[in-house]
């Protein structure tokens, strides 16, 4: 069965960073656009960032020049570095493979706070 798997999430002071993986099973993972989103509490989830097939990509306002999404097709992963995290970035970020049907993680917590 096909599973996405993230990790790297935890708690981290303002102004610092943290780099979320998300190992996906399977085969042609390349051939797929893989995305980071993000649901904080009371809010609905929201669109992170997002990289294509040829290694295109695009983000929220609000994490541009901040965070980076990349992948590594030989690892079957694609990663979000994050850095400058504000209290505002703190939420529940999930793994997206762009598909019928799409696929999600379950998530990995991210924490935000001094």
């Known amino acids: 069965q096909v599973q996405l798997v993230e990790s790297g999430g935890g708690l981290v002071q303002p102004g610092g960073s943290l780099r979320l993986s998300c190992v996906a099973s399977?085969?042609?993972?390349?051939?797929?656009?893989m995305a980071w989103y993000r649901q904080a509490p009371g809010k609905q989830r929201e669109l992170v960032a997002r990289i294509d097939r040829s290694h295109s990509t695009n983000y929220a306002d609000s994490v541009k020049g901040r965070f980076t999404i990349s992948r590594d097709n030989a690892k079957n992963t694609v990663y979000l570095q994050m850095n400058s995290l504000k209290p505002e970035d703190t939420a529940v970020y999930y793994c997206?493979?762009?598909?019928?049907?799409?696929?999600w993680g379950k998530g990995t917590l991210v924490t935000v706070s001094s």
């Open positions: 399977g085969t042609f993972f390349s051939l797929y656009n």
């Open positions: 997206n493979r762009e598909s019928t049907p799409t696929l």
